[in-house]
């Protein structure tokens, strides 16, 4: 017998060849007769290109090609998604078109350090990055704008002449005006500029790609690190390349992180598979970290102001906001609008707020274009009503945990529509909040506050409630919404061998989140498979069901449900056949742990693999029943699903450095059920991780010619292990009535509350002093500034 195995802490089944070293990343791949390719990046963040020289480049030892913008014209811009513009009604069945839309290499001008401007193809990859230094640009300079806010006024540089103004997209959420009547007569207004900085993903491994092409059979081949296999073959073949579909096959090796950087179509590929046809023979690119900085999409980079209004006894009735996002120099290729679309309609995070209104303004600037990074959009909206409600907390002089308490959504609200455009699908919130002020110890705070002053340290405890939406999934909604085009359904290929061993063909791409693991323990639950039968297909569009790709913590509650659901079906199939074959109705069948038998008579018994093997034979099947036991299904979810949670933050502000140590991390969040408690808890530590670098450490800094100044390690600050606590982990559990595996998303909502937690620690830590609001990153010199200001 197998036991149920969803819900286990068991083993990752993707580790062994990963802890032995044997895992292929893109730089470990190499193919026979290879060439290796180098890019010239813009030195100048806006410029009109008057000339490239690339004959002293040609002449270099190893060099065998260098092309510029005028010989890619035959490769149609990549498609930008939204309509720039602001009128996000209009979805042209050919976006490439659209104004704005990039390159991919520049032709007559460039809008951002670090823009594709030539390439060189060499014997090797020294020879290549070499010959770069013999390429001449001349760059007439025009005007820079770096900042959102300033791109929008009236005498700003213009980044594209067929976009007036920089405004590639506006978007209102909520009654704007009931909002401006509800705070005009409220009690208590507290108004806060808030920065959410621009960050780099930073992914351990940087972006790489490999093109090959097959003069016999016409037949192109790209391996790269992406997290959209299929979306990369359908933009390439359908709307830039023009290559038939069936002859382009995308490979994915094992991906050394993304954490979201990775779900776009690059320039790079493209530029590998004209190259490899071009030249007869394949070419590889593999990113630098300097490239990475100013080449691979940025994210976050929101200035907000937020309205927060409400009584003195703590209920608040309104909030506004009014935000400016910073897109960068071009739309990113799947949708620039969705993360801030994500802020718009989250700011209310888990309250209820009777009159709430977003306005966002998605600017075009001289810097890199930006994307999804984990917990896109969300992040910046929980930091924004996290930290307003401890402001109206203080402004009131209420614990900010009791101005949590008064305002959460309750129970008995769901499911809750939230004004905005979310409705909320279950919840306790009140439960989580109260479980991490007991694990913290929330009413001893005082006197370790005064222990702590004893040593010259300032202690402060900082709390951030969060609602995360999820499971990226139902089209509608993704289309009105958040405007992408494209599905974002799950989608499974499950066949059962005539041995009785399972493939399971998926379309999700692994990128660190230990889904083959996970969606094996969905099969192997409900068809009672052991897990060593199980084998999890995916990363190559060649026999690969074609999906969407993982992104949005959407793998498990969706594809996972989709995986679910396929099993069902080939359960239902498996169950109809040894009706048949008993010679009894189907209802009088039990199916258990992979065995089949009749209700009451355990001793007339089959097996799912007997049933494959005799379904596959076909020999002697009931009437209408196909041979064979295999279902391909597809799973659109009827709404996303809202994971939340409450974390708390200990810090320690040094008094004579400025210097911030998160001393204590207590975190209690609500993913519904969980598939693997272990992959989970390891999910959430690194969301933490990556909440706790934002909030102390993490920041994309330009200088006002819109040349990037942290672009390596030495000058873009990430928090080491050293600088971490131990993390405190417990969870609720409030399943999703979305789902029948009751799941909600976990991979990328636990940092969502993290900086503001240790914002609110810091200024708690600082109260005494009037310091109200410090933006990230809490520098020690800008945590000195704020404690020093007159």
Not at 486 to 509: A, C, E, K, M, N
Request: a negative charge; proline letters at 7%; aromatic letters at 8%.
């Amino acid at each position: 017998m197998t036991d149920k195995i969803l819900g286990k802490s068991i083993k990752r089944r993707e580790d062994p060849e990963l802890l032995r070293g044997e895992a292929k990343f893109i730089d470990d791949i190499t193919l026979p007769d290879i060439l290796h390719l180098a890019i010239l990046y813009s030195t100048e963040a806006h410029a009109l290109i008057e000339g490239i020289d690339t004959s002293a480049a040609e002449q270099m030892p190893g060099v065998v090609k260098v092309i510029t913008g005028a010989d890619t014209r035959s490769i149609l811009p990549l498609p930008c998604i939204m309509n720039p513009g602001g009128d996000k009604s209009k979805f042209p069945p050919h976006p490439y078109g659209l104004p704005g839309a990039q390159t991919v290499l520049a032709t007559d001008r460039v809008r951002y350090v670090g823009e594709f401007v030539a390439v060189v193809v060499a014997e090797s990859r020294q020879q290549a990055y070499e010959a770069l230094a013999g390429i001449s640009v001349d760059y007439k300079p025009l005007p820079v704008v770096v900042n959102a806010e300033e791109a929008l006024k009236p005498d700003a540089p213009q980044l594209h002449d067929t976009i007036p103004g920089n405004l590639n997209q506006y978007n209102g959420y909520g009654d704007k005006e009931a909002t401006a009547s509800a705070i005009a007569k409220a009690e208590v207004v507290v108004k806060q500029r808030i920065y959410f900085p621009r960050l780099i993903h930073n992914a351990g491994e940087p972006r790489g790609t490999i093109g090959a092409y097959n003069p016999q059979t016409e037949e192109y081949t790209l391996w790269t690190n992406t997290q959209i296999p299929h979306g990369n073959r359908f933009l390439l073949s359908q709307l830039v390349m023009g290559i038939p579909y069936n002859k382009l096959r995308v490979i994915v090796p094992n991906i050394g992180e993304s954490f979201g950087s990775k779900g776009y179509l690059y320039p790079d590929t493209a530029l590998v598979l004209f190259l490899a046809r071009e030249l007869g023979r394949p070419i590889k690119w593999i990113d630098t970290r300097a490239g990475l900085a100013r080449s691979t999409v940025h994210a976050r980079g929101q200035i907000q102001y937020a309205t927060i209004a409400g009584n003195k006894d703590g209920k608040i009735t309104a909030l506004h906001t009014t935000i400016y996002a910073n897109l960068g120099g071009y739309p990113a290729t799947n949708g620039p609008a969705a993360p801030t679309a994500l802020t718009g309609r989250s700011v209310t995070g888990a309250y209820a707020i009777e009159h709430p209104c977003s306005e966002i303004y998605c600017a075009f600037t001289n810097t890199v274009p930006t994307g999804p990074m984990r917990g896109a959009g969300r992040a910046e909206a929980m930091l924004l009503i996290e930290r307003m409600i401890d402001l109206f907390a203080g402004e009131i002089g209420m614990d900010a945990a009791e101005v949590r308490r008064k305002n959460m959504v309750s129970p008995d609200q769901f499911p809750y529509d939230n004004g905005l455009g979310w409705t909320y699908d279950s919840g306790n919130y009140e439960a989580a909040l109260d479980k991490a002020l007991e694990m913290i110890g929330y009413g001893n705070i005082a006197q370790h506050k005064a222990a702590s002053k004893k040593q010259g340290k300032r202690l402060g405890v900082g709390i951030g409630s969060y609602v995360g939406i999820s499971g990226v999934g139902p089209s509608p909604l993704m289309h009105s919404q958040i405007g992408l085009i494209g599905s974002t359904w799950g989608s499974v290929h499950l066949r059962v061998h005539p041995t009785g061993d399972v493939s399971l063909i998926v379309g999700s791409q692994p990128h660190g989140q230990g889904q083959v693991t996970t969606l094996s323990q969905v099969a192997s639950d409900v068809l009672g498979v052991d897990l060593e039968r199980i084998e999890v297909i995916h990363s190559d569009t060649r026999g690969a069901i074609f999906a969407q790709g993982s992104y949005g913590s959407r793998t498990f509650s969706v594809e996972g449900t989709t995986v679910y659901k396929a099993a069902q079906k080939i359960q239902d199939k498996a169950r109809q056949f040894a009706a048949y074959m008993f010679k009894v109705a189907e209802s009088e069948v039990v199916a258990e742990e992979g065995k089949f038998y009749v209700r009451g008579v355990p001793d007339q018994v089959t097996t799912l693999k007997d049933i494959a093997l005799a379904l596959w034979y076909a020999w002697d099947l009931p009437a209408g029943m196909e041979p064979g036991l295999e279902v391909i299904v597809f799973y659109d979810p009827p709404n996303f699903n809202f994971p939340f949670g409450t974390h708390l933050a200990l810090v320690e502000v040094d008094e004579e450095t400025g210097q911030v140590d998160v001393v204590r991390y207590v975190a209690v969040d609500d993913f519904g059920n969980v598939g693997n408690p272990k992959i989970v808890e390891a999910q959430t530590h690194g969301n933490i991780h990556l909440g706790i670098s934002e909030a102390l450490y993490e920041a994309a800094v330009y200088d006002s010619e819109g040349k990037i100044l942290t672009d390596d390690y030495t000058t873009y600050a990430i928090a080491r292990a050293s600088s971490l606590p131990n993390f405190e982990i417990e969870r609720t559990v409030t399943p999703s009535p979305t789902n029948p595996l009751g799941a909600k998303g976990a991979g990328d909502v636990a940092n969502l509350p993290t900086p503001p937690a240790i914002v609110n620690a810091v200024c708690d830590a600082l109260r005494d002093l009037g310091v109200k609001h410090i933006d990230i990153p809490l520098t020690p010199e800008k945590v000195w500034r704020a404690m020093h200001q007159p």
